[in-house]
Nanobody, 128 residues
Framework: EVKLVDSGGGLVQAGGSLRLSCAASGFTFENYAIGWFRQAPGKGREGVACITSSDGRTIYAGTVKGRFTISSDNAKNTVFLQMNSLKPEDTAVYSC?????????????????????WGQGTQVTVSS
Protein backbone atom coordinates (compact mmCIF):
# COMPACT_ATOMS: atom_id res chain seq x y z
CA GLU A 1 0.00 0.00 0.00
CA VAL A 2 1.41 3.36 -1.03
CA LYS A 3 1.64 5.72 1.90
CA LEU A 4 2.98 9.27 2.26
CA VAL A 5 3.64 10.95 5.58
CA ASP A 6 4.46 14.63 5.50
CA SER A 7 5.95 16.54 8.40
CA GLY A 8 8.07 19.52 9.34
CA GLY A 9 5.51 22.30 9.45
CA GLY A 10 5.33 24.88 12.21
CA LEU A 11 5.20 28.54 13.12
CA VAL A 12 7.94 30.80 11.80
CA GLN A 13 8.48 34.52 11.42
CA ALA A 14 8.56 36.17 8.03
CA GLY A 15 11.98 35.74 6.46
CA GLY A 16 12.55 32.45 8.24
CA SER A 17 12.96 28.92 6.92
CA LEU A 18 11.36 25.51 7.30
CA ARG A 19 12.07 22.13 5.75
CA LEU A 20 9.17 19.81 5.05
CA SER A 21 9.61 16.07 4.63
CA CYS A 22 7.53 13.57 2.70
CA ALA A 23 8.33 10.00 3.73
CA ALA A 24 7.13 7.41 1.24
CA SER A 25 6.48 3.72 1.73
CA GLY A 26 4.75 0.85 -0.03
CA PHE A 27 6.64 1.10 -3.32
CA THR A 28 10.16 0.91 -4.70
CA PHE A 29 11.50 4.45 -4.45
CA GLU A 30 12.99 4.57 -7.93
CA ASN A 31 10.60 5.70 -10.65
CA TYR A 32 8.23 8.27 -9.24
CA ALA A 33 6.90 11.79 -9.44
CA ILE A 34 6.20 13.59 -6.19
CA GLY A 35 4.66 17.01 -5.81
CA TRP A 36 4.02 19.45 -3.00
CA PHE A 37 0.72 21.33 -2.86
CA ARG A 38 -0.64 23.86 -0.40
CA GLN A 39 -4.05 25.12 0.59
CA ALA A 40 -4.55 28.40 2.40
CA PRO A 41 -7.76 29.11 4.34
CA GLY A 42 -10.61 29.90 1.99
CA LYS A 43 -8.57 29.15 -1.13
CA GLY A 44 -8.14 26.27 -3.52
CA ARG A 45 -5.19 23.91 -3.52
CA GLU A 46 -2.10 25.28 -5.27
CA GLY A 47 0.76 23.30 -6.76
CA VAL A 48 4.08 24.43 -5.29
CA ALA A 49 6.81 22.16 -6.62
CA CYS A 50 7.42 18.67 -7.96
CA ILE A 51 10.29 16.35 -8.74
CA THR A 52 10.70 13.56 -11.28
CA SER A 53 12.99 10.73 -10.24
CA SER A 54 14.04 9.61 -13.74
CA ASP A 55 16.09 12.72 -14.49
CA GLY A 56 15.81 14.78 -11.32
CA ARG A 57 13.77 17.41 -13.10
CA THR A 58 12.04 19.91 -10.84
CA ILE A 59 9.19 22.34 -11.49
CA TYR A 60 8.23 25.30 -9.31
CA ALA A 61 5.31 27.66 -9.08
CA GLY A 62 6.22 31.23 -9.88
CA THR A 63 5.21 32.32 -6.39
CA VAL A 64 7.94 30.20 -4.76
CA LYS A 65 10.66 29.99 -7.41
CA GLY A 66 13.99 31.10 -6.01
CA ARG A 67 12.82 30.62 -2.41
CA PHE A 68 11.78 26.95 -2.25
CA THR A 69 13.84 23.92 -3.23
CA ILE A 70 12.52 20.40 -3.71
CA SER A 71 14.95 17.50 -3.39
CA SER A 72 14.97 13.78 -2.73
CA ASP A 73 16.96 11.27 -0.73
CA ASN A 74 16.28 7.91 -2.32
CA ALA A 75 18.16 6.06 0.41
CA LYS A 76 15.64 7.42 2.90
CA ASN A 77 12.60 7.21 0.60
CA THR A 78 11.99 10.86 1.35
CA VAL A 79 11.36 14.06 -0.60
CA PHE A 80 12.09 17.41 1.02
CA LEU A 81 10.81 20.92 0.48
CA GLN A 82 13.24 23.53 1.76
CA MET A 83 11.42 26.82 2.21
CA ASN A 84 13.45 29.98 2.67
CA SER A 85 12.52 33.66 2.87
CA LEU A 86 9.05 32.71 4.00
CA LYS A 87 6.25 35.22 3.67
CA PRO A 88 2.90 35.46 5.47
CA GLU A 89 1.20 34.52 2.19
CA ASP A 90 2.99 31.15 2.34
CA THR A 91 0.76 30.23 5.28
CA ALA A 92 -1.15 27.07 4.34
CA VAL A 93 -1.51 23.35 4.88
CA TYR A 94 1.18 21.68 2.78
CA SER A 95 0.69 18.16 1.41
CA CYS A 96 2.83 15.90 -0.71
CA UNK A 97 1.39 13.64 -3.37
CA UNK A 98 2.50 10.95 -5.78
CA UNK A 99 1.14 9.39 -8.94
CA UNK A 100 0.67 5.60 -8.97
CA UNK A 101 4.18 4.13 -9.15
CA UNK A 102 6.20 3.17 -11.08
CA UNK A 103 6.05 6.32 -13.16
CA UNK A 104 8.41 7.22 -15.99
CA UNK A 105 7.05 10.56 -17.17
CA UNK A 106 7.43 14.16 -16.01
CA UNK A 107 5.85 15.54 -12.87
CA UNK A 108 3.38 18.40 -12.95
CA UNK A 109 1.91 20.90 -10.50
CA UNK A 110 -0.97 22.29 -12.52
CA UNK A 111 -3.46 19.51 -11.85
CA UNK A 112 -3.97 18.03 -8.38
CA UNK A 113 -6.28 15.31 -9.72
CA UNK A 114 -3.32 13.90 -11.64
CA UNK A 115 -1.97 12.54 -8.35
CA UNK A 116 -3.26 9.33 -6.78
CA UNK A 117 -1.90 9.32 -3.24
CA TRP A 118 -1.65 12.12 -0.69
CA GLY A 119 -0.04 12.78 2.63
CA GLN A 120 -2.12 13.98 5.55
CA GLY A 121 -0.83 17.56 5.39
CA THR A 122 1.32 19.69 7.67
CA GLN A 123 0.49 23.23 8.77
CA VAL A 124 2.89 26.07 7.94
CA THR A 125 2.17 29.42 9.57
CA VAL A 126 4.29 32.48 8.79
CA SER A 127 3.81 35.47 11.08
CA SER A 128 4.51 39.03 9.96
Amino acid sequence: EVKLVDSGGGLVQAGGSLRLSCAASGFTFENYAIGWFRQAPGKGREGVACITSSDGRTIYAGTVKGRFTISSDNAKNTVFLQMNSLKPEDTAVYSCATIDPPFFGICRIDLESWYDYWGQGTQVTVSS
